[in-house]
Every structure is written in C-alpha cells, then in structure tokens.
C-alpha cells in the first residue's frame, strides 16, 4: 500500500489521538467532592449503550461512514472512562470522610472491571496498527520515508496515550481497593516491552543515519541522499522522543527505568538531572567504560602508529627547521645587497615558520584529518581578524614601508615619534627604543613612519657644531688661532673635511665664534666634550675672557635747579 494512502486514511484518525493524550490529563485532575455520583453513573451508562450501538453499526459501515463511526466510537470510550474515574475518585473521596457510597461503589467498580480488558483490548489494538505502519524503510524514497516516520509518530502517540488511559484505570482500581494486580503486570510487561524495542529502534536509526551522512560525502551532489538523511535524523529524534515518554510513563508506573534513562542519555548527549540518579549515572560509567575498552581493543593500535608517526613528523620539522635557520641566516648575512637587520630576521623567521607549519599540517594528515578545509577556515578566520585589528594592520603596513626604505635599522640612534634614542630592536609592528637615560620605548610603527625621522647616525661621518663667545675687548686673531690649534691637537677630529673656525656673530655681551670640526660618528661626544673643556682651559690660560649676560647700568647727576626749581617753597600739601 502506499505511504501517501496510508497517511490519508490515518489523520481523520489524529483526534483519536487528541482525544486519547487529554484522558491522563482528566484522570489526574480530581472532581470536586460534591460532584453528583448519580449524573455521573446515568451519562456513563448512556456512554456505553451508545459504544455498543456504534460498535453493531460499525460491523455494515464502509468508507467514509466506517471512520466516523471509529471516530465517535473513540470519543465516547474517552469520555465514559473520563466519567468512570471521576466517579471512583468521588466514591473515595466520600468513603474517606465517612459518608456513605455503597450504591455508588458498586456502580464503579462494575464500570472500572469492565473498562479494563476494554482498554487492554484497545493497547493490543493500536500496538497492531503502529507494527502495521512501521514497515522497513529502506526501499522507500527519501520523502516517502519522511511521510512513513510522521504516521509512525502519530501512531506512538496513540500508544502512549492508550497506556496512559491504562495506568489511570489501575490506579483507580487501586483507590478503591479493587484487584489490579493482573492489569498492572500487563501495563508494566507492555511499557518494557515498548521501552526496549524503541532502544533497538534507535540502535538501527543511528547505525542507518551514520552510513547515510557517509554515504553523502560521496555523493554530496545527489538530493535523493539528502532527503534520506533528513528522514533518517528524524527517525532518530522520533525515536529518542518516544522513548522518553515512555520512560516517564514506566517512572509514573513505578518500574525501574535506570536502564533506559541511561540509553537515552548516551544517544542524546543531553546530561541533565538524569545523573542525580546514581543508578543511571553507574549506568552510563559502565557503558562509556565498555565503549573505550572495546574502542582501545579494536582502534588502539592504529592510533597508537598514527600518534607515533604525528610526533616523528613534529621532531623531523623542527631539525628540519633548526637547519633552515642556521642556512638562511647564513645566506642573508653573505648577501650582497646590504639587508637590513630587520629584512635578514624577517626573512628567517619566515623561511622557519614555514617549515613548521608545512610539518605540522602533514602530521595532522596523519589523523585523517582534511587539509583544504582546514586552510579554508584559516583563510576565512585571517580575513575577520585581519578586519578587527585595523590598526595592527596599520602597523604592519608602515613596518613593510621601513623594511623597504630602511630609513634606520638596529643599532642607529634616531629622533622618532618625538622620541630620541638607539634603536634596541623591531619588528614589522614596532621599534624599540632605547633612550640615553635608559628606558626603554616601545613605539607603533605607524607613529613613526606618519612623522620625520631623523636617523643621526646613519652616516660615518658628523659635524660637531660648536660656539664660542669671547669678550668685546679680547683680541680676535689671537682666539682664532687658539681655537683652530685646540682643533688641529685633537687626535679623533678629522682633517678632511677640513675643520671650519669664523667669527660668527656679535651679540649683545660676546664676540662669538662658530667652531666646526668632522669626526667620526662614533667619536662624536667624545670630541664635543673635549674641545668644549680644552676651550675653557687655554682660554684662561691665554687670558681670553668668555663673558657672561651683562648689562650696562649709566647714571647721571643733575642740577639742583632742575631737581627743586622753586627752592624754599612748602610743598606740604
């Protein structure tokens, strides 16, 4: 038959359902102690006088006619037994406060003993049609798999729904004191027998969605292939669905159910208040310690050689990586186009890390794991990062730009990103500095390269700038040729570039006079310090003064005529 046919005769069915999942709800709520017992015994007895009539109709009926008669036949089942339990539930309400319900304790017990080989007759019933819908679906198409697992869950509900009406009627036997031993033994036979065929349905629903999913590697392209793994992953779920409600039913029953809990929890991953229970959590210890000790029997020594082999690689990259170091480093400090130090450790530093990432990746290859993916993630995780640290990037950018016009390199004191300093080291996102008191500056390369660099030490030679003021009434001639011979004795000042003495400027207080000799640059201090002692020194000695800020303060006497021209006079105001 096909599934498409079955599923149409079987949703006018679905209120069955409907109405069976509201019985458990009705019988759980009690009615109120003054309900009338004798309304409740009268609509009972009009309920099953009309199940006997619909079910003799039934028998002739066909088609259409036939389902609305199992569909009212299944609304006032649901109904009477709704009625039979309120009614126990109102007899031992008023048995307990001492009343008086012999009359209508009879009444219920009829009702209760008839309706259970009823409702055993109706569990026996769907349990038949959910085994009749429930056919092997690997024949079957991707959608007609997905049609056949919805009538599956709609005929799980029916049974649920029927154990569920089941387990009120024993508990109302049990309320009023009514034999149910018999009826419980089949709910509970009936729940283990449900709860285990549906661990076994799961078992075969994961085993068929595991070759799928491999299957689909293969054939990524075929949508046949992926409708079946959408089905197959839904009779998975449908499965562990069902099979936690028929874990709360065996709970509410009160069977043990550690077992199943156990199973439930190992297939969903879902670990919750289940583990509370200290049967469930011994459960799945023992399973998940069978699971690794099969798994360390069967792929152990596999993985034992792939590990292996993971770690030669690892050591063999990193000799291999050692001597590429030493060979680059070798090649860059033997080249002949004068790289900077900055190039030379980027250039090694790269030839290394390359060879490290080559060999991890071929180590991970030995795991099974696929490389082009991992590098597409990589490309995919580079680009976000690459867009969330702009400024880095900024930085790496003008490194790049120091790296190729080498304005300074390591060793060179330079005035940068108004700081003065030797340049301790760098690298592509920033220069460390190290200033003449000794601290230590870390400045982005981006402040560096948006501002003047001025690389003082970037030539051999320097010109040491000097001057000197001697006083208005010295001798001139004299203080130049004391000044150039101070020059010409200094060992460490350079004859070419010839040294430069002029008289520069007239100032205010001094003659002054520009001394300008060329050292190297390393000598630089050394000679400024020097020259500048050795001028103080002879220009004592020659008696040549070097004046000091002066001002000339002249005074003048007036007349007394002029300071009082009306002499004798009070001037007492």
Not at 119 to 127: L, S, T
Not at 474 to 492: C, N, S, T, V, Y
Request: hydrophobic fraction near 45%; charged fraction near 25%; glycine fraction near 6%.
């Amino acid at each position: 038959m096909n599934v498409r046919r079955i599923i149409s005769t079987w949703v006018v069915l679905l209120a069955f359902l409907v109405a069976g999942s509201l019985l458990a709800q009705e019988a759980a709520t009690p009615p109120a102690v003054g309900a009338d017992a004798g309304a409740l015994i009268a609509r009972i007895g009009v309920l099953l006088t009309d199940v006997d009539r619909l079910e003799s109709q039934l028998e002739v009926a066909q088609g259409e006619f036939r389902l609305i008669r199992q569909r009212r036949i299944v609304d006032k089942k649901v109904e009477a037994l709704e009625k039979i339990n309120a009614l126990a539930e109102v007899v031992a309400s008023r048995e307990k406060e001492g009343g008086e319900a012999s009359t209508e304790r009879e009444q219920a017990t009829g009702f209760l003993l008839r309706a259970t080989p009823l409702i055993q007759q109706h569990v026996q019933r769907v349990e038949k049609a959910l085994e009749s819908v429930a056919k092997d679906p690997t024949a079957l198409s991707g959608s007609e798999r997905s049609d056949l697992e919805r009538l599956v869950q709609l005929e799980s509900e029916r049974v649920n729904s029927t154990y569920r009406a089941l387990l009120a009627n024993v508990e109302h036997l049990e309320l009023l004191g009514l034999p149910s031993e018999a009826a419980r033994a089949f709910l509970e036979r009936k729940l283990v027998d449900r709860a285990e065929d549906l661990v076994a349905r799961i078992e075969v629903a994961q085993d068929d969605a595991q070759a799928l999913k491999a299957r689909l590697k293969a054939e990524a392209g075929d949508s046949e292939v992926k409708a079946r793994v959408v089905a197959a992953n839904r009779r998975l779920q449908d499965s562990t669905d069902m099979l936690s409600a028929t874990i709360a039913l065996l709970r509410d029953a009160g069977v043990e159910a550690s077992a199943y809990q156990a199973v439930l929890v190992e297939h969903t991953g879902k670990i919750g208040t289940d583990l509370l229970d200290s049967r469930v959590a011994v459960r799945l210890v023992d399973q998940w310690t069978e699971s690794v000790r099969a798994w360390v029997s069967k792929s152990g020594p596999g993985w034992l050689v792939r590990l292996f082999f993971f770690l030669l690689i690892l050591a063999l990259a990193r000799l291999l990586a050692g001597l590429v170091r030493r060979l680059v480093s070798r090649a860059v400090a033997a080249s002949k186009f004068g790289l900077s130090q900055l190039l030379q450790r980027m250039i090694i530093n790269t030839a290394t890390q390359t060879v490290w990432v080559i060999g991890f990746l071929i180590a991970l290859a030995q795991f099974g794991i696929s490389l082009a993916p991992l590098l597409a993630g990589l490309g995919i995780a580079g680009f976000i990062v690459g867009f969330a640290l702009q400024d880095t990037l900024s930085n790496f950018a003008s490194g790049m730009m120091i790296l190729l016009y080498r304005p300074y390199d390591v060793g060179d004191a330079i005035e940068a990103g108004g700081v003065f300093g030797k340049v301790n080291k760098m690298n592509l996102v920033s220069t460390t500095i190290l200033t003449v008191d000794n601290q230590t500056l870390v400045i982005p390369n981006s402040k560096i390269w948006g501002d003047v660099i001025k690389n003082v030490t970037a030539q051999t030679q320097r010109r040491v700038d000097m001057l000197f003021g001697i006083s208005y009434q010295d001798d001139i001639p004299q203080a130049e040729k004391l000044f150039e011979a101070i020059l010409a004795a200094h060992p460490k000042v350079l004859a070419d570039p010839e040294p430069v003495v002029r008289l520069h400027n007239l100032g205010d207080s001094s003659v002054d006079f520009i001394v300008r000799p060329w050292v190297e640059t390393d000598d630089y201090w050394e000679v400024f310090w020097d020259v500048t002692r050795t001028v103080k020194m002879r220009c004592d000695e020659e008696g040549i003064s070097i004046p000091y800020p002066q001002q000339d303060l002249h005074l003048y006497t007036a007349s007394p005529e002029v300071l009082d021209p009306q002499p004798g006079k009070d001037r007492t105001p």
